[in-house]
């Protein structure tokens, strides 16, 4: 146990000697502090208690988030299970003397800490989550650790499902059968209070998602019962919740010791996956994840000439990823927003587009045409470079558009907008996601060589707020004297004209590759 306990002491004394050797992890680090400080002392004004939301809002909102994730991430045990280790510790451990039960030990110890780091975005929410919940520094910090403990839960069912039923047909199928039978009876667990009960169906909702039925959803619930009850000071609540997550825990250990399963060889292959993931970041390069059997169907791109091809080969790459207009993660940022738009319909609808503006930077991040970016045939192609540019953009922009139109329509029938706000809420959107296509041309024009990916996110995100930052305060002053829908248009034309001079300033960026990497 020495050895292990000195592994883990050495490694984390590596990483803060890196953090001081290394200036741009540093000054990375110093601005994400200071961006954390700016957003925690702006939340934390005083907020009229008659104005706030109640607090089943606040449990149902983190009910739902938390049975999202723990489903979404055990899924993946069903097909390539989850793993805890680097490939240096497959190399260390793997082949070391010391009991498979140690090196369980090591790894879940490790990964808590890592669960804590992926929850650490969930601090940035801190703003809007006082100014509607009046929700203290403390109440968000058992929010995080509440998360913490959802993924780290949902990684060892992952691992548990994976390592339990890989090379076995039959038990495979009944892993199948139990996980859909967990989340059909998670489903049961809302939608029966929420059938049964009298009143308006929001009234029903909250209600249903803060009943005592919520405890037969596995982890998620569990969760959520325990960080209501210390956010509420019900202490039997919080002590119940806690209860049954640590108690299965403690099961799913029991199991992966007790069988005969060799988890060695069953992380392997998804330790391998997640190196090469890391890797290809590291070095500034992106990375799909492919399924292992792809169904080819049509060949050929049938349509497109010229630069027009590339249009035309996003879409066939999409279909064969069984994407149809939005992906993964506009899916689960969409359903944040329309959930968070039944909870705050009092808003208005435009405190609720400020905040579909803000979950839609986080769907901008990736794309087909970055990906272009990174492979040769964009820049072999004999077109013009500006030209080129705007068919690998095309099919984000019809992702924007068809998102746009969907998300604002349905947001504005929920707070009961008027139709020519909802009409000007569509075009806002849309205005937006041009502009956040251009940001990311600028960042990988002037910034595209940089490894360290936590600082290159950070400045991608302070050029933003910097172009976006007229347009705003344009379109505020005019929703003043004009109204709502007048202001959202002014947003969009000033958008529009920053993202047409970014596109145009970066057309060379297809002229040769190297252009990207200075």
């Known amino acids: 146990m020495s050895s292990l306990r000195y592994l883990f002491f050495t490694q984390l004394k590596n990483q803060v000697k890196e953090l001081l050797h290394r200036p741009s992890q540093l000054v990375s680090a110093i601005l994400v502090v200071a961006l954390l400080g700016f957003m925690l002392l702006g939340g934390s004004a005083p907020v009229n208690a008659e104005e706030l939301l109640p607090p089943s809002y606040l449990s149902a909102m983190v009910l739902a988030f938390y049975a999202l994730m723990f489903?979404?991430?055990?899924?993946?045990?069903?097909?390539?299970?989850?793993?805890?280790?680097?490939?240096?510790?497959?190399?260390?451990?793997?082949?070391s003397p010391i009991s498979n039960r140690r090196v369980l030990l090591y790894?879940?110890?490790?990964?808590?800490?890592?669960s804590v780091l992926l929850g650490f975005f969930l601090i940035f929410q801190y703003s809007w989550l006082h100014n509607l919940f009046g929700l203290s520094i403390g109440g968000l910090l058992v929010i995080l650790l509440g998360y913490a403990l959802i993924i780290?839960?949902?990684?060892?069912?992952?691992?548990?499902?994976?390592?339990?039923?890989?090379?076995?047909?039959?038990?495979?199928?009944?892993a199948k059968k139990i996980y859909w039978g967990c989340v059909a009876l998670s489903v049961l667990a809302v939608a029966a209070p929420l059938l049964l009960s009298e009143g308006s169906w929001l009234e029903?909702?909250?209600?249903?998602?803060?009943?005592?039925?919520?405890?037969?959803?596995?982890?998620?619930?569990?969760?959520?019962?325990?960080?209501?009850?210390?956010?509420?000071?019900?202490?039997?609540?919080?002590?119940?919740?806690?209860?049954l997550l640590l108690l299965f825990i403690a099961a799913l250990l029991l199991l992966i010791i007790k069988t005969d399963a060799d988890f060695y060889e069953d992380v392997l292959q998804a330790t391998e996956a997640s190196h090469s993931a890391i890797t290809a970041k590291k070095e500034g390069k992106m990375q799909d994840v492919l399924p292992k059997n792809i169904k080819v169907g049509k060949t050929g791109l049938g349509r497109g000439k010229g630069a027009d091809a590339f249009y035309y080969k996003?879409?066939?790459?999409?279909?064969?990823?069984?994407?149809?207009l939005f992906d993964g993660m506009s899916l689960i940022m969409g359903g944040c927003l329309l959930l968070m738009s039944l909870f705050m319909r009092e808003a208005?609808?435009?405190?609720?587009?400020?905040?579909?503006?803000?979950?839609?930077?986080?769907?901008?991040?990736?794309?087909?045409?970055?990906?272009?970016?990174?492979?040769?045939?964009?820049?072999?192609?004999?077109?013009?470079a500006f030209r080129k540019l705007l068919a690998i953009c095309r099919e984000?922009?019809?992702?924007?558009?068809?998102?746009?139109?969907?998300?604002?329509?349905?947001?504005?029938?929920?707070?009961?907008?008027?139709?020519?706000?909802?009409?000007?809420?569509?075009?806002?959107?849309?205005?937006?996601?041009?502009?956040?296509?251009?940001?990311?041309?600028?960042?990988?024009?002037?910034?595209?060589?940089?490894?360290?990916?936590?600082?290159?996110?950070?400045?991608?995100?302070?050029?933003?707020?910097?172009?976006?930052?007229?347009?705003?305060?344009?379109g505020i002053v005019a929703g003043i004297f004009t109204?709502?829908?007048?202001?959202?248009?002014?947003?969009?034309?000033?958008?529009?004209?920053?993202?047409?001079?970014?596109?145009?300033?970066?057309?060379?960026?297809?002229?040769?590759?190297?252009?990207?990497?200075?």
């Open 71 to 95: 489903f979404m991430v055990a899924h993946n045990g069903l097909a390539s299970g989850a793993s805890f280790y680097t490939m240096a510790d497959v190399s260390l451990l793997f082949s």
């Open 314 to 324: 996003h879409k066939l790459e999409n279909r064969r990823a069984k994407i149809f």
């Open 107 to 114: 790894g879940l110890v490790r990964q808590m800490g890592t």
């Open 396 to 474: 984000q922009v019809r992702t924007i558009a068809a998102e746009a139109v969907v998300l604002m329509v349905l947001v504005g029938l929920i707070v009961g907008a008027e139709p020519w706000v909802i009409a000007a809420m569509v075009v806002a959107r849309i205005g937006y996601g041009l502009l956040y296509i251009a940001g990311n041309i600028l960042a990988e024009r002037v910034l595209g060589g940089m490894v360290n990916k936590i600082l290159l996110f950070t400045l991608y995100f302070l050029i933003l707020l910097v172009v976006a930052a007229p347009g705003i305060i344009l």
């Open 483 to 518: 109204g709502t829908a007048a202001g959202l248009l002014v947003t969009f034309l000033w958008n529009l004209l920053a993202a047409a001079v970014i596109g145009f300033a970066c057309k060379d960026i297809l002229n040769c590759a190297e252009l990207n990497n200075k």
């Open 348 to 384: 208005g609808a435009a405190i609720l587009f400020a905040l579909a503006t803000y979950f839609q930077f986080f769907t901008m991040m990736t794309g087909r045409w970055v990906k272009e970016l990174t492979l040769p045939y964009v820049y072999m192609a004999p077109q013009p």
């Open 204 to 243: 029903r909702l909250i209600d249903a998602a803060n009943s005592p039925l919520t405890l037969l959803i596995p982890a998620g619930g569990w969760a959520a019962n325990a960080v209501g009850g210390f956010v509420g000071q019900n202490l039997l609540t919080a002590a119940g919740g806690l209860i």
């Open 152 to 174: 780290f839960c949902a990684q060892l069912t992952s691992m548990a499902l994976y390592s339990l039923s890989a090379g076995d047909d039959g038990r495979k199928a009944l």
